[in-house]
């Protein structure tokens, strides 16, 4: 019996001390951890890096930092990672700053991996006119001149027989120096942030799909490199009406999609926020399947960076 009682205690003792060495190194001491490796961070925490690192080029537009920050990470590309944390702000109701700055660095990724062509009628560089080196005058010129000049006077007394000169020394100024001119600085080049251009439509189709169902307006946006932007903001308005949504929210499809369902008998007017161009008279078009079956179609619209 009491051999019984000994093992009890022994186990009751093993209890309590895992349950007081858990307490005390969880809460009494935790463990703080020193120059962690970003790589090795738990799933939120690099969410929260990614977005310091973004909103930090979002300050700057430092691309090459921005990409050496998210290398800690070990990621091939970090481009998707960022769509997909912007994608998710979206869809969690986060902030819409956070998720611009993640689509726009995941966006700018994109576009430098890809040479970005130059138009020919670009004027962006500023143009520097060379004015020609000052010429210099002569500093100064000095004419040989004596400096006392001694003129004779004679003067004549009454009681002396002879004349005694005097002489009035008369002073001639000195030759003035002529200022030197200074060299006028050359302007210099002063180097400015390239913005990005706005969205421009690329395409726009009439798409037949029994599949889809309603009439949609579809809207796919991507950069230079063909790369979807998510995060970019949609405005749809209609003779009283108006509605924002953005792209991202479906990424199943493409992280640069997003989708609007038409109502029959209206025409709709669509543009990418920032300054895109107006998309007019998108309304809902039949279309006929091979049995002659009417239905209702859908818009896509395909946008980039020009």
């Not at 769509?83 to 430098?112: I, P």
């Not at 706005?198 to 009439?215: R, S, W």
């Not at 108006?242 to 999609?257: A, M, Q, R, S």
């Not at 920032?274 to 998108?282: A, F, T, V």
Request: one cysteine or more; aromatic letters at 8%.
């Amino acid at each position: 019996m009491n051999e019984e009682r000994g093992s009890w205690y022994l186990l009751t003792a093993v209890i309590l001390g895992i349950a007081m060495g858990l307490l005390y190194s969880w809460l009494v001491a935790p463990a703080e951890y020193v120059d962690t490796a970003p790589e090795t961070l738990r799933a939120d925490f690099k969410d929260v890096y990614r977005v310091a690192i973004a909103s930090a080029y979002a300050a700057t537009g430092d691309i090459a930092r921005a990409r050496a920050r998210l290398a800690l990470f070990g990621d091939d590309d970090p481009s998707p990672a960022l769509a997909a944390q912007a994608q998710r702000f979206l869809a969690e109701g986060n902030s819409y700053a956070d998720a611009q700055a993640l689509a726009s660095l995941a966006s700018a990724l994109g576009q430098a991996s890809t040479p970005i062509p130059t138009h020919p009628d670009d004027t962006s560089t500023p143009t520097v006119t060379n004015s020609p080196p000052p010429t210099s005058s002569p500093t100064a010129t000095f004419t040989p001149t004596p400096e006392i000049t001694s003129t004779a006077t004679v003067t004549r007394t009454q009681n002396a027989a002879s004349t005694t000169p005097t002489r009035s020394p008369t002073r001639t100024p000195r030759a003035t120096r002529t200022p030197t001119p200074t060299a006028t600085p050359l302007p210099t080049r002063t180097s400015t942030p390239t913005l990005a251009p706005p969205f421009v439509l690329k395409n726009q189709a009439l798409v037949c799909d029994v599949a889809i169902g309603e009439p949609q307006i579809q809207v796919f946006v991507a950069n230079v490199a063909g790369i979807g932007v998510p995060g970019v903001e949609i405005i749809v308005i209609w003779d009283g009406g108006e509605e924002h949504f953005f792209t991202g929210l479906k990424p199943e499809i493409d992280f640069g999609y997003a989708d609007f369902v038409m109502a029959l008998g209206v025409s709709y007017t669509l543009h990418v926020a920032d300054g895109g161009q107006l998309i007019p008279n998108l309304a809902a078009s039949e279309c006929t399947d091979n049995n002659d079956d009417r239905y209702w179609g859908s818009w896509r619209l395909v946008f980039s960076h020009p």
